[in-house]
């Protein structure tokens, strides 16, 4: 095997492997290496069988890490799934397929100075990554060529009618959120029907769907850990000729070494290999080459509230596990219809912002001129699930017999940051974890809000109050009420909430890398993956990373040129 490739990839995740595709189908003369620290798993049952990614968490498919303890959760700490495979979180997630919210890119692309990071200059990678379940749609919004088949649950199989359809959309009519035909064109807010990557019933893995095994010019090396990115000084900079791995072989990159690492372990490589904060460093007797503070810092991620509901009848075959969902294509996806964006009404938000502003908490905190004021902006996800969300994701169960189903209130706009650290100087060491969450106001509102709409949604509507008797909470908080006080909330919430898992931030761009992708201060060294995200989306992230991975292989070609 040569030890000398164009570019070299670490990382053999959703973002690393797609760039790598479009880079290799565009020029084959190239010579490019992927070194994925996971297998191949393409024939894994748990990632070939529907429904089989809930099961894969907790796995040899899954880096399996916890936070350390959240000051602001009960000092719980919080499992933080992380796929260990070739097409990385897609070996594991569910496949959700949600651009977001053009707002959020547009606020992304203010803070870099660069229009091509906005929703406008990021849609053409939209189009180009997927393939509409409507190939009727408007092409100048949606792509019908793409590698990324997705569809929506009515259209995934005709035999896939869930009852609670219907009466889920009026009791959200009664709170006046109306429906939304199309949620991804950049207006996510409102009732839109539940998005889905999937193929054929089959979710899709980054690795299989983008072809690299037809792509000739791409060496892949599994089960194989990268320790630290080789630095040369070269006219008075830092210069990456290649990457060592964790048992000592090297290889040489004569173009660029490329990270596409994830949003935990793109900032621990850039660490270990002697860049990033110098105190950092310096603390576990790593040469500091690159002094860049950033590195690791504004790290945020969707948080996560779950809760169970009793059903009032559920001899109706209402939810999961009832004899009466006799066709297989109840099971060919997740059971559930809906997913509703909304927006925290603003006078709670400016409360928050103030107290945010006078304890110095959050992010541009000044209830001034906040960007999440504008009413552009949306700050939750909610979703109803037919079934009772297991225990491997949520840390409870109630039974899996039709008698209950699922609400997931989503933060998806949190204002608190966290960071990344290193445990030590081993790359196999995990790292330290740290999401900070619900350090702010506005997040604590934020989520408020949405427990109190889910509980008018089944305690209060007319639909909801013939369907749901009660909810089950976990063990130590009480029923849901609609006469809840903050406090009161706020205490439920520290005992019960978790991640929804998408980690982002951790080498921003504008921080660390610039709006081409490229280290600061070093040349040679890009990062492509959701670590770059300056600030969170509104989205789940799969169909995000497929654009950034589109954009970094524009990029990268263009400098070939």
Not at 165 to 191: I, S, Y
Request: glycine letters at 8%; hydrophobic letters at 40%; one cysteine or more.
């Amino acid at each position: 095997m040569a030890d000398t490739y164009d570019y070299i990839i670490v990382g053999g995740g959703l973002t690393g492997r797609a760039m790598a595709g479009r880079l290799a189908s565009r020029d084959k003369l190239l010579q490019i290496l992927i070194i994925e620290a996971g297998s191949n798993v393409a024939n894994h049952p748990l990632t070939s069988t529907p429904l089989a990614c809930f099961a894969a968490h907790h796995t040899e498919l899954d880096w399996d890490y916890t936070t350390v303890a959240q000051k602001h959760l009960n000092n719980r700490t919080c499992y933080q799934a992380a796929g260990k495979a070739l097409g990385g979180g897609t070996a594991i997630n569910y496949g959700t397929w949600t651009r977001g919210n053009a707002a959020d890119y547009n606020l992304w692309a203010k803070l870099v100075g660069d229009e091509s990071w906005s929703y406008e200059g990021l849609l053409p990678y939209f189009i180009r990554s997927e393939t509409h379940f409507d190939l009727n749609a408007d092409p100048a919004i949606h792509g019908s060529t793409g590698p990324i088949f997705n569809t929506v649950v009515s259209k995934s199989s005709p035999d896939r009618k869930y009852p609670l359809r219907e009466p889920l959309q009026a009791a959200w009519e009664h709170l006046g959120v109306r429906f939304n035909p199309d949620a991804n064109d950049g207006k996510p807010l409102g009732l839109a029907e539940f998005g889905e990557a999937w193929r054929d019933g089959q979710r899709q893995l980054a690795s299989e769907a983008y072809g690299l095994a037809n792509l000739r010019g791409i060496t892949i090396l599994t089960d194989t850990l990268v320790s630290k990115v080789i630095l040369e000084e070269r006219e008075s900079e830092q210069a990456a000729t290649g990457v060592e791995t964790a048992t000592g072989e090297i290889y040489n990159a004569s173009k660029e070494v490329i990270i596409s690492a994830g949003a935990y372990h793109t900032p621990q490589l850039l660490m270990l290999s002697g860049i990033g904060p110098a105190e950092e460093l310096s603390r576990h007797n790593i040469p500091v080459l690159v002094d860049c503070p950033d590195v690791g810092r504004n790290l945020h991620d969707h948080f996560c509230f779950p809760q169970w509901w009793k059903l009032r009848h559920p001899e109706k075959g209402l939810a999961m596990g009832t004899p009466l969902w006799s066709s297989p294509a109840y099971v060919t996806g997740l059971p559930l219809d809906w997913n509703v964006t909304l927006q925290t009404p603003a006078e709670d938000l400016r409360r928050a912002l103030q107290k945010d502003e006078g304890e110095g908490e959050g992010e541009a905190a000044s209830p001034k001129d906040h960007p999440y004021l504008d009413p552009a902006f949306a700050h939750t996800e909610i979703i109803v699930i037919y079934a009772p969300i297991n225990e491997g994701f949520a840390g409870f169960e109630a039974p899996m017999d039709g008698t209950h189903i699922s609400t997931l209130v989503l933060l998806m706009a949190p204002t608190s940051r966290g960071q990344i650290t290193l445990e030590n100087a081993n790359p196999a060491s995990a790292p330290l974890i740290d999401p900070n969450y619900l350090s702010t106001e506005v997040d604590r509102a934020i989520i408020r809000d949405g427990i109190r709409t889910v509980a008018s949604l089944l305690l209060e509507t007319p639909e909801g109050q013939e369907r749901v008797e009660e909810e089950v909470p976990r063990p130590g908080n009480t029923p849901t009420r609609l006469d809840l006080t903050d406090e009161e909330i706020d205490e439920i919430v520290r005992r019960a909430g978790i991640t929804f898992m998408h980690p982002g931030g951790t080498a921003a761009m504008g921080k660390v890398v610039d709006t081409q992708l490229r280290v600061k201060g070093v040349r040679g060294l890009r990062v492509a993956d959701a670590s770059i995200l300056s600030v969170p989306i509104v989205a789940h992230y799969q169909a995000v990373l497929y654009a950034v991975a589109e954009k970094a292989a524009d990029l990268i070609f263009g400098e070939l040129r």
